[in-house]
């Protein structure tokens, strides 16, 4: 009797042991987060510079791709949903608008970009009809350089 008691006792000890042991490792393996900036501090300074270059307009920073443009395919088949999970990340810097009206999409260049991603993602706004301007982000233009910029390229 008291080696029957004993081996339970045992045994639910193991099982608790094991069960600390998993939850422990779930707790772990638990994905924290952080909060962000919507911009870097350079991109801050170069906002300034777009609402000085565009005070009539609004300016949208970190624009999900698909806010602008959806894939020219016949909605959920393979071929739209391939083209879809491709351009499902993409982001623009900025977009500039009146009147809801998009204007401009605005890139600020760094050692961050990928110049062969950004190219094909230049491509398929330019494919939808938007302009695309990019700054380097060493070169600071000024708020009538940027306008410039914008209305010639229209």
């Known amino acids: 009797m008291i080696i029957e008691n004993m081996s339970w006792t045992w045994l639910a000890g193991i099982v608790l042991l094991a069960l600390a042991l998993i939850i422990a490792l779930i707790w772990a393996r638990r994905v924290r987060y952080h909060r962000m900036s919507i911009m ?29 443009l959806r894939p020219d395919a016949k909605e959920g088949s393979r071929t739209f949903w391939v083209a879809f999970k491709q351009i499902s990340n993409m982001r623009v810097d900025w977009v500039v608008a009146r009147d809801m009206e998009v204007i401009a999409v605005i890139e600020l260049d760094d050692r961050s970009h990928d110049a062969k991603r950004d190219a094909r993602r230049d491509q398929i706004l330019k494919s939808c009809g938007y302009r695309v301007l990019r700054f380097q982000s060493n070169k600071r233009p000024e708020p009538e350089q940027i306008y410039e910029a914008v209305f010639a390229a229209r």
């Open 40 to 68: 870097t501090a350079n991109e801050r300074e170069f906002y300034q510079r777009l609402l000085k270059a565009f005070p009539d307009c609004e300016i949208w920073p970190q624009v999900p791709i698909l806010a602008l």
